[in-house]
C-alpha cells in the first residue's frame, strides 16, 4: 500500500467535508443539542430532582458518585442516538454519490488503487464523524466541573475510546449501504431505517425470544459507552439492568461486536466498490 498516496487521498476528501453544507448542519446541530442538554443538567436537574423526591423518589438521597454516573449516563445515551445521524450525512453518500454524479468514473481514472480510494474515503468519513461528534462530551466535561466540581472519572475516558470505536463501525457500516445504492439520498435513508428501525425491531425479538442475545446488534453493543457508567439499556426488551457500571467482561464483548461489525461491513463494501459493479 503506498502510504503518500493514501494520505493525499485522505486530505482530499477530509477538504471537501470541509466545504461541505453537511458538516455546517451537524456543527449547528450538536451545539444546539449540547445547549439543551446543558440547560436541563444546569437549570432543571435541582427540579427534576425534587419532582421525584416528592413522588417518593430517591435521587436527592443518591451519593455524589452515583449522580455524577447518571449525569453522564443521561449525555452519553443522547450521544450514542446523534452518532449515527452524522454518520448518514457524511459516510452514507460517501460512494452512492459518487456514482450518482457519475464521478466514479474519474475516480478510477486515478493511477491509485480502488482499496486506497475507499480507504482514503473511510478515513475521512470517521475523522469528521468522530470530530463532530466529539463537540458534544466536549462540553458534557465543562457541564461536568461546572456542576460537581469535579474532573471526569476514568469511566468518561474509557467511554470516550469506545465512542471512537462505535463511530468506526457505525461509519464501516454505512460504507457497506452506501456501496450497494446508486443514489445518495437512498442510501441515507436506507442506513437511518436500518439503524432505528429495522435493528430495533430485532432488539426487541430477540430480548423477547430469549434465544439470540440482544447485544449481538450493533445499536445495542453500541450501548456500552452509556453503559460504563451504568448498566441499563432502555433499547432491549425486558433487559433489566444495574446502577452498576457494565464489567469488562462485558465491555469486552460489546467491543468484540462492534469490531465484528466493522471488518464485515468494509469486507462487503471493499468487494462491491472493487468488483464488476465499480468497473460499469
Known amino acids: 500500500m503506498n502510504t503518500n498516496n493514501l494520505v493525499t487521498i485522505y486530505l482530499y476528501f477530509l477538504k471537501n467535508y470541509g466545504r461541505s453544507r453537511s458538516l455546517a448542519f451537524m456543527i449547528g446541530l450538536m451545539i444546539l443539542v449540547s445547549s439543551m442538554a446543558t440547560f436541563f443538567s444546569i437549570f432543571m436537574g435541582d427540579t427534576f430532582s425534587s419532582y421525584l423526591s416528592y413522588n417518593g423518589g430517591i435521587i436527592t438521597q443518591l451519593p455524589i458518585v452515583l449522580r455524577i454516573s447518571l449525569f453522564n449516563y443521561s449525555w452519553e445515551y443522547i450521544l450514542v442516538n446523534i452518532l449515527p ?39 475521512s ?10 463537540i458534544f462530551p466536549a462540553v458534557q ?23 471512537a ?23 441515507i435513508i436506507a442506513f437511518l431505517m436500518i439503524y432505528f428501525v429495522g435493528l430495533n425491531l430485532l432488539s426487541a425479538i430477540f430480548g423477547a425470544a430469549a434465544v439470540v442475545s440482544p447485544l449481538l ?5 453500541g450501548g456500552i459507552v452509556d453503559r460504563v ?49 465499480a468497473t460499469l
Open 229 to 277: 457508567y451504568v448498566n441499563i439499556n432502555p433499547t432491549i426488551f425486558l433487559s433489566g439492568g444495574t446502577l452498576s457500571p457494565a464489567g469488562l467482561s462485558q465491555i469486552m464483548y460489546c467491543s468484540g461486536v462492534m469490531f465484528v461489525y466493522a471488518v464485515a461491513s468494509l469486507t462487503v463494501a471493499y468487494l462491491v466498490f472493487t468488483g464488476n459493479r
Open 217 to 221: 446488534l450493533l445499536n445495542n453493543a
Open 85 to 123: 445521524i452524522a454518520a448518514a450525512l457524511f459516510a452514507s453518500p460517501s460512494i452512492s454519490m459518487e456514482y450518482e454524479n457519475r464521478t466514479i468514473f474519474q475516480l478510477f481514472s486515478l493511477p491509485v488503487e480502488k482499496g486506497l480510494v475507499l480507504a482514503g474515503k473511510l478515513l
Open 141 to 163: 466535561v465543562i457541564v461536568s466541573i461546572a456542576k460537581f466540581h469535579s474532573l471526569p472519572s476514568e469511566q468518561f475516558y474509557i467511554s470516550y475510546i469506545l465512542l
Open 125 to 134: 468519513a470517521f475523522t469528521v464523524t468522530f470530530l463532530v461528534t466529539s
Open 165 to 187: 470505536l462505535l463511530t468506526f463501525s457505525v461509519v464501516s457500516f454505512c460504507f457497506m449501504i452506501s456501496s450497494m445504492m446508486v443514489n445518495s439520498s437512498y442510501s
